[in-house]
């Protein structure tokens, strides 16, 4: 089946795990047509890795880091079906036991970056003209000269691929004081000029990495500063080259997928969230088994908010109206399970904004 042409409106940058996988999946069908999702194959094991940074330690064991990673891909073509979807091995492509560039087969577009070895880019870039999907290119901006440098050699180093490329602009986790609006308007003034694109994505995410001052309180928000990126872009798509399309990291922090799994470096591996329109609801819930009571209570809360759409809105609305209304212990689920549940309501939310403001 040929690999659909329509322009995304939603790019959501999520790891390759179960519970982000499941959460794009039970999307309704009109949403999974206008969101193409950026997979990040995470690290199998070790520490939070730095993006573009070594593979330290490496996986001591190479047949199961190929598990890990062929697992992964087999999930993502899954869940993807016929849909295109970038998908970043960046983590995982300098160890040994990584089966190859030609593991991401169409319609997956692979994904490298300016701060990759030359070797990697060129191969990312034959990988991705023999599949005939086109390459995305993931870029951290740092300010401006020096990232617009090193991705003109980049574009130079794999020029003889002749494939479509698309530009990932990936600024992480934006606040208010660091005025969000003026570094995208700067990354995509200095970078976007550079080529034709075939797609220009701007990633960046407000769920905090730290616990929110009045976490521990039955319910924290946490501003989502990230609400006026859209606004922004539908402006910046009055200038020339593709409308650029926003993207965020779902209900997580941007490091999420630089992490072996949600737990450890996760201060919020026991959680509940909810994507308000200008605010994340957090609700901390022990990870550990026998906390179902505080889980109750807190979807409790979150269905009674002015905030809560209805169990109509989405699979993860769902979820927290039956768990709102049971009792004892089964139903009221575990952090994977959460996560999920999260991911779902927020992909589902932002979608449905794009699409009516689209």
């Known amino acids: 089946m040929s690999e659909p042409t329509s322009d995304p409106l939603y790019v959501p940058a999520l790891p ?9 999946g039970l999307l309704a069908p009109e949403l999974r047509a206008v969101v193409a999702p950026l997979w990040t194959v995470p690290p199998r094991v070790g520490h939070e890795r730095t993006p573009g940074g070594p593979s330290r330690p490496l996986d001591p064991d190479p047949a199961a880091l190929g598990d890990h990673v062929r697992l992964a891909l087999a999930r993502i073509a899954r869940v993807q079906r016929d849909r295109p979807a970038w998908v970043d091995t960046g983590h995982v492509e300098r160890e040994p036991g990584f089966p190859g560039l030609g593991a991401v087969r169409p319609p997956l577009r692979p994904v ?82 550079l080529h034709p694109w075939r797609t220009v994505v701007l990633l960046a995410g407000a ?115 039956v768990c709102a209304d049971g009792s004892g212990l089964p139903g009221t689920g575990h952090p994977d399970l959460w996560i999920r549940a999260g991911h779902n309501q927020h992909l589902t939310h932002v979608a449905r904004e794009l699409r009516r403001h689209s």
């Open 207 to 321: 769920f905090p990495r730290t616990r929110p001052e009045a976490y521990g309180a039955p319910l924290a928000e946490s501003c989502r500063v990230d609400r006026l990126l859209p606004g922004l872009l539908r402006h910046a798509a009055d200038g020339p080259g593709p409308r650029p399309v926003h993207g965020d990291y779902g209900a997580h922090d941007a490091a999420s997928a630089d992490r072996v799994s949600d737990t450890g470096d996760d201060p919020f591996r026991g959680a509940l969230r909810y994507t308000a329109e200008q605010a994340f609801l957090i609700g901390e819930v022990p990870a550990e088994s026998g906390h179902h009571l505080r889980v109750r209570a807190l979807a409790r809360e979150i269905v009674a908010s002015p905030h809560y759409r209805g169990a109509e809105y989405s699979e993860g609305d769902r979820w927290l109206r």
């Open 112 to 193: 490298t970056g300016i701060e990759r070895a030359a070797g990697a880019q060129v191969a990312c870039a034959e990988a991705a003209r023999a599949g005939g999907t086109g390459l995305g290119i993931r870029v951290r901006p740092d300010g401006g000269g020096p990232t617009a440098e090193a991705l003109c050699r980049l574009l130079e180093r794999i020029a003889s691929a002749r494939c479509p490329l698309d530009l990932l602009l990936d600024l992480g986790a934006v606040d208010e004081d660091q005025g969000a609006d003026l570094t995208a308007l700067q990354a995509l003034n200095v970078l976007a000029p």
């Open 16 to 24: 390759a795990r179960p519970s982000a996988l499941v959460a794009y």
